[in-house]
C-alpha cells in the first residue's frame, strides 16, 4: 500500500501532460485525487479512466481557485492533504519579439495563479499538516535561447518554493519543488510554439543532452510528485528530475 492511499490531492493542469500524469500515477495508489483545469473533454477523459473528481476552472481566476479547493475537499472526505501546482502556459519567443501582455499572461498562470492558488488552500493543508508540490523546469538549469519568459516563470516558481516553505513550515505545511527535464507534453503545441512532429524531435534530441540515455515520461516526474507528497521531513526542495539534463553532458 502506497503512503498516499487515502490522501486528498488537489492537481491543477490535470488533464494533460505531467498533471494527467500525475493523477493517473496517484489514483492508482489509491490517493483520492481532483484535477482541475480549462478543458472540459480533457479532465472527463482523465475521470473515466481514473475515477477522479474534477472542476473546470483556470488558476488566473479566482472564483475558480475556490471551486478547485472547495472540490478537492468535498471529493477528499472533508479534508485536502495535497496541492500540486502544475497548471502552466509555454511563452518562447526571442527577446526583441515579445509581447508584454503575453508575457504577464503566462506570470499570471505559471505564478500568481499558483501563489494565489497556495493561499487559498493553506488553511485546509494546514489542518491536515499536509503538503504542496510546485512544478519548475530544466529551463532554470540550463539556458535555451527564446524561452526567456517560460525559463523567468520556473525560476520565480523555486523562489517561491522556498520562501513558503519557510512561510508556512510553522503550521506544518511542507512545501517542494519537482524541476523536470525533457518530458513529452503537448504544452509547446498547444501554445503554437511547433507542431507535434517538431515537437515530438525536440524531445528525442534532448536524449542527447542528458547523463543517462533514456527519455523522460511523465511517470517519471508522478514517482517524484508522490515522494515529496510524502516526505514528512522535507521542504524547500527543489527535486531534479532530469536525467541528468541539467548537469550540462553532452553525449555524442
Known sequence: MSDVAGLSILVTGGGSGIGRAVAVWLSARGARVTISGRRVEALQAVTEETGCAAVAG??????????????????????????????????????????????????????????????????????????VVFMGSAHTRRAFPGASPYAATKGAIQTLTQVLAAELGDRGVRVNCVVPGGVLTEINVRAGVMDADAAAERHRAMGAMQAIDRLGEGRHVAQAVEHLLCAEWTTGAILDVDGGLGLGVTRG
Open 58 to 131: 483556470d488558476v488566473t481566476d479566482p472564483e475558480g481557485r475556490r471551486r478547485m479547493v472547495e472540490a478537492a475537499v468535498a471529493a477528499g472526505g472533508g479534508r485536502l492533504d495535497g496541492l500540486v501546482n502544475n497548471a502552466g502556459v509555454m511563452l518562447r519567443a526571442p527577446i526583441e519579439d515579445l509581447d508584454e501582455a503575453a508575457v504577464l499572461r503566462a506570470f499570471h498562470t505559471n505564478v500568481v495563479g499558483a501563489m494565489m492558488l497556495t493561499g487559498l488552500a493553506a488553511p485546509e493543508l494546514a489542518r491536515t499538516r499536509g503538503s
